[in-house]
């Protein structure tokens, strides 16, 4: 058996693995979307193989799809998780807090996306173009956000035990592997260009052990969270009530030169 054959092989049963592991834990209650983004990469995985074997001149086309549909997942969990790690003061959060994170989320990829290049990124299709830029633009993000979550677990209260991290660790070490894979695919060092097919394989192996890490952070059992600290507490409602007051005179001003031109009537 090949080493892709064996990569591919383990692929699916340690995807299948997580899966049970997921459902076992009922994991999905409190991060449904992530389940769901494990589950429909077994089935991305899958029919992606299908379909460049059924229609091999529209891979690239069927490769930018699946990379849209796997960003989209990505950021949703990201979400998903910010929301877990807000968990111990969502109760004082206002109601569109959620929607806030999504576009903080969203403001940081549109800052990212036009830096996202690699040498020669303009000679290459416009499918081939927007492969790279959501795979270069999402894995950047994941890195951040992993720093992020690492380097603030003081203040957020959570551990390396906790849910919130190891998704956050494992999406961060699998995009530190690909965005360093992608860069030595553009390098013009004729060492690396001449292995390609190896780091890809390299790319994959580094998913393989994501997963691996999860099945086993997750087989243990999760402490019970522990609340904020009252300055971390204090910061993020006072940051919240900053937000309303912005977005209630932002209304009230939008409203004002209705009210007066309709008084001069």
């Avoid at 996306?113 to 690699?118: G, H, I, L, Q």
């Avoid at 965005?179 to 390299?202: D, G, I, K």
């Avoid at 409602?237 to 004002?256: K, V």
Wanted: net charge positive.
């Amino acid at each position: 058996m090949t080493l892709d054959s064996t990569l591919f092989a383990a692929g699916y049963v340690v995807e299948a693995a997580i899966l049970i592991l997921l459902l076992y834990k009922r994991v999905y209650k409190d991060f449904p979307v992530f389940c769901a983004y494990v589950a429909c990469g077994m089935l991305s995985d899958t029919t992606q193989y299908f379909l460049v074997r059924r229609y091999p001149n529209s891979d690239l086309r069927i490769y930018l799809i699946t990379t849209i549909i796997d960003s989209l997942f990505q950021f949703c969990v990201l979400v998903e998780v910010s929301m877990s790690v807000l968990r111990p003061v969502r109760s004082s959060l206002p109601r569109g807090a959620i929607f806030a994170v999504g576009l903080i989320i969203a403001l940081a990829c549109a800052i990212i996306w036009p830096f996202a290049k690699t040498p020669g990124l303009d000679q290459l299709t416009l499918d081939s173009r927007l492969i790279v830029h959501f795979q270069l633009t999402f894995s950047v993000i994941r890195i951040l956000f992993f720093l992020a979550i690492a380097g603030c677990s003081q203040l957020l209260s959570i551990g390396w035990r906790d849910r919130e991290l190891q998704i956050a660790t494992g999406l961060g070490f699998f995009s530190i592997v690909s965005l360093t894979v992608s860069m030595l695919h553009t390098s013009r060092v004729p060492e690396f260009a001449t292995q390609y097919h190896h780091l890809e394989q390299l790319l994959s192996a580094s998913y393989l052990c994501s997963i691996i890490y999860w099945i086993m952070s997750f087989a243990q059992k999760v402490p019970e969270r522990r609340e904020f600290t009252p300055q971390m507490q204090n910061f993020l409602l006072a940051m919240a009530g900053t937000a309303r007051s912005t977005r209630i005179a932002l209304a009230n001003s939008s409203s004002a030169p209705k009210n007066d031109s309709f008084q001069g009537r």
